[in-house]
């Protein structure tokens, strides 16, 4: 079984994995990072968001072993000393979730929008959340919190 | 005192640990030597089992084991249930066929379950369960509910036409009297398209046996782990429920999908004991297509009779319901009790008569899914008070009002005693929100551009609760719907409510602890709600139904007796008398003195058990009440859907969407809103998205993932306007009505009258896909040309 060894929310950490084994099997399996979840097998619920090299990307189309050596965050490793990150604050000062099933993707997904994007607004944001999905919410208090906090983080940085 | 704690937006306690990354999920669950399962499952709808050959599996790397139905029978082990009891109109029992955990002789639908391999790693059981060979004879499948009683296939023996029961409900000779004497009649068919629950957690379960104390644990991502553990125990026989805790931990989403007693939690429960290992099976979402519960599927043909003031007399329903090829936990009561029961909207009508024909085909079982019959019956009435609106050349809201129910209580011809109620207001809110008189001028301006605009009406009403024992018993429920809640007031001041509801998505911990905290005059940060073991609650009959009112009904009467408990204390403590008593912003106070004792106090002494005479009255401070209702609730509303079509595409674009909801007094605003539009989103869904469509001569499952199935996505939807009106329901003390499933139950109705305005045609059954709607605009051109 080959090894493979990344940094995962900034500590170092590797393990035996199969080839065929996806970076989100690597994450909850080895790592017992349980936050990432599982939501489809065709890569297109958005669940298992995290970032790789600052990037998001869906930890369920990646093999374990293309990830050798790059920088994983995952939704464990976004708040930082206890302090929520805004879009996490936001989402719940806004009821943006509810069984919090979708809520780790939807978050990850979220932090990587407002980088990208400078001036969100909703029609953006629905667009952008494309490869997310929510069956609880009806997604109107998702839109809401990344847009709230799509502001603060703004208004932090002005 | 600080502002009201009931009523008020407080953000949920339980929030930090999802946005966290810390929610513990069935699959985020690991046990000590734990082994991992897959199943082998029917890639036929219909065959005959020649022959399940498993060696070849068990000689591979890593199997630990491999279980067939030959095992399950070798065991004496019960097959599955329906827990409720349909009597047909002649008198006769619903003809079941049986439901073996693991297929015996027969499969029945793609996706029926065969063998479960178990391996040390998922992958391993994977690769093995290529290598179990069956030996399959092909038997042409039924699919199509409409054909199912005329079919040459049979799904079940025991079911001579596929027809499981033929159920009537409401006064069939005044129905058709009504019908006689009428100035006009309006026909419509309806179907209720199939659809895939699709929570976004899948199903998942582990089981666990522990030799040392004979008993098993399973871990399941249930609503109510309580009816699992009896249907396991009494029903299936894996063992006595003393001896099997049932632990459903964080469950991600279930919309009913998750009430229901699966084959894969029966078996690897089971299987534990036979590989003496922990056995774990999580769902990939393929095989939640293929084998979660499927919904509605109905196929209904309707008439209402109107006198020649356009009041209506009458209303007679015949529906075909689809059940699938097995009768899962609750199927038969859905297209039933549900379903019938509903038909009067909120009309004053005097005559119905319904009649459901369930039947079997090949395909997955169907059962509860949010609203679940409700939303059909919605659907039912409320497209049929739209067409006979068109057809008199009547404004659809003047119509309504001609026929609303004024007076409470209200008896219908179909069970159902409506206790409160205000549906001229909430039509009225809804009006002005979704400005309906500016309506005109906004279709007038699409059809300059070429678009076709429309306006449809919902005007709902719902039961929730599911709801007074006795009453459901003579309807043939084998449970009673009562909740339970027990209050445990630690000697320091903490409060545990031990609750049989089990929150999944709801937010409970929240409002559950709004209800004491407020009560109690206590911090939200001192109460506790624990839920979902087992263990921990005595029993509970769990969420589904949007009946957590009967749950917060439990534990207001718990602290009823806690607060009464506490006043004996206080006042021995005080040296008062008890009647002296007044218990206020979380103190006693002996009234017209400043002698008082913080509620924590009173805890204290309640265990301490020093200052009061313990053959009176017990120490400690513990209540808990099982609370059955006494009728359902019944929220209702109105919601108004106005939709943009474009021509050239067939795209609908919903441009506002109204709901108005009367759900009583509300215990926390943010989570009702949150639930509403939670439920809009699904009904949109119905409505022009989603349908789980089986190949008719394959009987494959067409729509197996989100490539096929099409779930609504957060650029499908708008934002919603939302509203409330309050009529408190008399039926508990805290006035409140379930909010869970109106979402789900009165928006389908309100799409689809808009997109038949807008298209100006009578029949369009859901879902309005872009190529179907395209297809109409094009038919009905050709037509006129
Ligand atoms: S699990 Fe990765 S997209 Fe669904
Ligand atoms: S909160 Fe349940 S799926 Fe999004």
Not at chain 1, 78 to 103: N, S
Not at chain 2, 189 to 202: G, H, S, Y
Not at chain 2, 577 to 603: C, M, P, Q
């Amino acid at each position: 079984m080959p090894s493979v060894a990344m940094t995962v929310n900034g500590k170092a950490a590797s393990g035996e994995v199969e080839t065929r084994t996806l970076l989100v099997h690597f994450l909850r399996e080895n790592l017992r990072l349980t936050g990432t979840h599982v939501g489809c097998d065709t890569s297109q619920c958005g669940a298992c968001v995290v970032h790789v090299n600052g990037k998001a990307v869906k930890s369920c189309t990646m093999l374990a072993v293309q990830a050798e050596g790059a920088q994983v965050t995952t939704i464990e490793g976004l708040a930082k000393d206890g302090t929520l990150h805004p879009v996490q604050a936001a989402f719940k000062e806004h009821h943006g979730l509810q069984c919090g099933f979708c809520t780790p993707g939807m978050i990850m997904t979220a932090v990587d929008m407002i980088r990208r994007i400078p001036n969100l607004d909703e029609k953006t944001i629905r667009s952008e959340l494309e490869g997310n999905l929510c069956r609880c919410t009806g997604y109107q208090n998702i839109v809401k919190a990344i847009d709230a906090a799509s502001k603060e983080m703004k208004g932090a940085h002005a | 005192m600080t502002a009201p704690v009931i009523g008020a937006s407080i953000r949920r306690k339980e929030d930090h640990r999802f946005i966290t990354g810390q929610g513990r999920y069935t699959d985020d669950i690991n046990r000590h030597g734990q082994t991992h399962a897959y199943f082998v499952r029917s890639p036929h709808a219909h065959a005959k089992l020649r022959g399940v050959d498993t060696s070849a599996a068990r000689a591979a790397k890593g199997v630990v084991g491999v279980l067939t139905g030959a095992d399950l029978a070798a065991d004496k082990l019960g097959g599955l249930i329906c827990g409720w009891m349909i009597t047909s109109k002649d008198g006769t029992p619903m003809k079941a066929g049986a439901h073996p955990a693991l297929a015996v002789d027969t499969v029945r639908y793609v996706g029926d379950h065969i063998a479960i391999v178990i391996a040390e790693t998922y992958g391993q059981a994977k690769d093995a369960a290529e290598l179990v060979k069956v030996e399959y004879e092909e038997l042409p499948p039924v699919v199509d509910p409409a054909k199912a009683q005329s079919d040459a296939t049979q799904v079940h023996a025991e079911a001579p036409r596929n027809t499981i029961y033929q159920w009537e409900i409401g006064n069939k000779p005044e129905t058709e009297a009504a019908f006689a004497k009428a100035a006009q009649i309006v026909k419509l068919d309806l179907t209720n398209n199939r659809l895939i629950p699709n929570a976004m957690e899948p199903r998942a379960c582990v089981g666990e046996y522990d030799d040392a104390t004979s008993g098993y644990t399973l871990y399941v991502t249930s609503q109510n782990p309580h009816v699992a553990r009896l249907v396991m125990s009494a029903f299936i026989g894996i063992a006595p429920e003393h001896k099997l805790r049932v632990v459903a931990p964080d469950v991600g989403g279930g919309f009913g999908s998750k009430i229901f007693i699966y084959a894969e939690e029966v078996v690897c429960t089971w299987a534990s004991k036979k590989v003496r290992r922990p056995v774990k099976w999580t769902a990939e979402r393929s095989e939640s297509f293929l084998s979660d519960a499927h919904g509605r599927d109905h196929v209904t043909h309707a008439e209402l009779a109107l006198d020649a003031d356009a009041k209506m007399l009458g209303l007679r329903v015949k529906t075909i319901a689809n059940l699938g090829a097995y009768m899962s936990t609750f199927s038969s009561s859905v297209p039933t009790y549900l379903y019938g029961t509903l038909l009067s909207g909120q009309y004053d009508l005097s005559a119905i008569y319904a009649e459901v024909d369930a039947v079997y085909t090949n395909t997955a079982p169907v059962d509860a899914y949010r609203g679940a019959g409700r939303p059909e019956a919605t659907y039912v009435i409320e497209r049929i008070v739209e067409e006979a609106a068109r057809q008199l050349k009547l404004d659809p809201v003047a119509f309504r009002r001609k026929n609303f129910v004024r007076k409470f209580p209200h008896q219908t011809p179909v069970i159902m005693n409506y206790d409160a109620g205000d549906y001229d207001a909430s039509l009225d809110a809804a009006l002005k929100l979704a400005d309906y008189a500016g309506f005109p001028a906004r279709k007038a301006a699409a059809k300059a551009q070429g678009k076709l605009r429309g306006l449809g009406f919902s005007t709902y009403i719902e039961a929730c609760g599911l709801a007074p024992s006795a009453a459901v018993g003579s309807l043939g429920a084998g449970v009673g719907l009562w909740e339970s809640a027990e209050v445990r007031v630690t000697p320091t001041g903490g409060v545990e409510v031990f609750t049989g509801a089990h929150s999944h998505g709801q937010g409970h911990e929240t409002t559950f602890a709004q209800v004491v905290a407020g009560r109690l005059g206590i911090p939200m940060e001192n109460v506790e709600i624990i839920h979902g073991d087992t263990n921990s609650v005595q029993f509970g009959m769990g969420t589904y139904g949007s009946r957590a009112a009967v749950g917060l009904t439990a534990v207001s009467r718990a602290l009823d007796k806690i607060e009464a408990k506490a006043k004996k204390i206080a006042a021995h403590v005080l040296e008062a008398s008890a009647a002296d008593i007044v218990f206020e912003n979380g103190e006693f106070k002996v009234a017209g003195t400043d002698r008082k004792l913080a509620f924590h106090e009173v805890a204290l002494n309640a265990y301490v058990a020093h200052k009061f005479p313990t053959s009176e009255i017990e120490p400690g401070l513990k209540e808990s009440v099982f609370h059955d209702p006494t009728n359902f609730t019944f929220p209702a509303g109105t919601h108004i859907c106005e939709v943009e079509i474009d021509p050239d595409t067939g795209v609908t674009t919903i441009v506002s969407f109204t709901a108005v909801d009367d759900f009583g007094n509300v215990i926390n605003p943010m989570i009702v809103e949150g639930q509403v539009q939670g439920g809009i989103a699904q009904g949109i869904g119905q409505a022009l998205l989603e349908h789980g469509v089986y190949d008719k001569d394959s009987g494959q499952l067409i729509t197996g993932s989100y490539m096929d199935y099409t779930m609504p996505r957060a650029d499908d939807l708008p934002s919603y306007k939302l509203g409330f009106t309050v009529t408190p329901c008399p039926s508990n003390p805290l006035g409140m009505k379930g909010c869970g499933e109106a979402g789900a139950i009165a928006s389908p109705a309100a799409v689809m009258n808009a997109v038949t305005d807008a298209l100006g045609v009578k029949e369009f059954n859901m879902p309005a896909t872009p190529s179907r709607v395209w297809a109409a605009i094009h038919r009905t051109r050709a037509a006129a040309e």
